[in-house]
């Protein structure tokens, strides 16, 4: 695939490996499907992807000092044997697949350590030898202790994931594009449940007390249909395709084209508190939803 996959959207706040694994396992799921835990890459390309969606979520650059938690994910992988003692320097670097897990028992068959990694470094602060897996902004990984909080990825099996880094309509347009996804299209009443879903990964079910806070709405791939800069009353998506459903809009008088000296309203924005559609202006800065080309994993 050109684009990522929907497969691990990263969670709201940072936790130790723990903590992450167990929310990841406790997840309120719309629908049932193999692979819920923490992230499980098992190849080059899925590695990509959870490099990229870090990258989403916490920005391109690195910020700060190399280990600065802004820059690394938790995913499930953990040595289990041969995992209390320290390495001679000749053994640091080595990797036997054998002593290493994912959480569901396999084996790896994929790494993209850092040079010299592991090397199960002992810190008494933490009473434990480095036997947890982090993956940082460039795809790169490092064995590191249990206690540390930092961002954590789930497994997903979902359509859409939501960036909460508020930005124009025409902004995420382009930054769903650039990391290989597309502006989230949302054509159904399920499509708008697993949206709500997906939002609520990445925000937690808690909504702002003021309802036009900008992080209760969430930039859709929606638009109307403009003639000489005046709204004609007809949306269509991004790529031009038809509106094939007829969405529950914020209030009855939604939407309104409320129009001001910069334009009139065009773009569409989605509740969080009520799951409804509302029309905006494009300048403004919101979070955003993109979405995957097709489903990395299958409903059971």
């Known amino acids: 695939s050109s684009g990522i996959n929907a497969e691990w959207p990263l969670r709201p706040g940072w936790k130790n490996f723990y903590d992450a694994k167990e929310a990841c396992r406790t997840v309120e799921w719309p629908f049932t499907h193999s692979g819920i835990g923490i992230a499980k890459i098992q190849n080059e390309a899925q590695n990509t992807d959870v490099r990229t969606l870090l990258q989403l979520g916490y920005g391109y650059q690195q910020v700060g000092g190399g280990y600065n938690r802004n820059n690394w994910v938790w995913v499930g ?11 001679a320097n000749s053994e640091k670097g080595n990797f036997n697949t054998s002593e290493w897990a994912w959480q569901d028992g396999e084996e790896p068959t994929f790494s993209r350590w ?15 030898y480095q036997n947890w897996v982090m993956v940082n902004k460039r795809g790169y990984w490092d064995d590191t202790h249990a206690a540390i909080e930092a961002p954590y990825a789930c497994n997903y099996c979902g359509k859409y994931i939501v960036i ?19 502006m989230a299209i949302v054509d159904s009443a399920a499509d708008n449940l697993e949206l709500a879903w997906a939002a609520n990964l990445t925000f937690g079910p808690e909504t702002h007390q003021y309802r036009w806070n900008y992080t209760n709405w969430i930039w859709l791939g ?16 991004h790529d031009n395709s038809t509106l094939s459903w007829d969405p529950v809009w914020d209030k009855k008088s939604q939407p309104d084209n409320w ?34 080309d097709h489903r990395s994993c299958t409903y059971t």
Not at 173 to 181: F, I, N, V
């Open 114 to 128: 850092k040079n010299k990694m592991p090397d199960q470094q002992w810190k008494g602060k933490y009473k434990t």
């Open 259 to 292: 129009t001001t000296k910069r334009g009139e309203q065009s773009v569409v924005a989605f509740s969080r508190i009520n799951q409804k559609w509302d029309d905006s202006f494009h300048w403004k800065h919101r979070p955003f939803a993109c979405m995957c």
């Open 77 to 87: 992988l953990q040595k289990h044997t041969d995992n209390s003692r320290k390495l």
């Open 222 to 237: 929606t638009q109307e249909i403009m003639e000489d800069g005046v709204g004609t009353g007809v949306f269509h998506h």
């Open 164 to 182: 909460a880094t508020p930005t124009s309509w025409t902004q995420a347009k382009k930054d769903c594009e650039s990391y290989g996804l597309s």
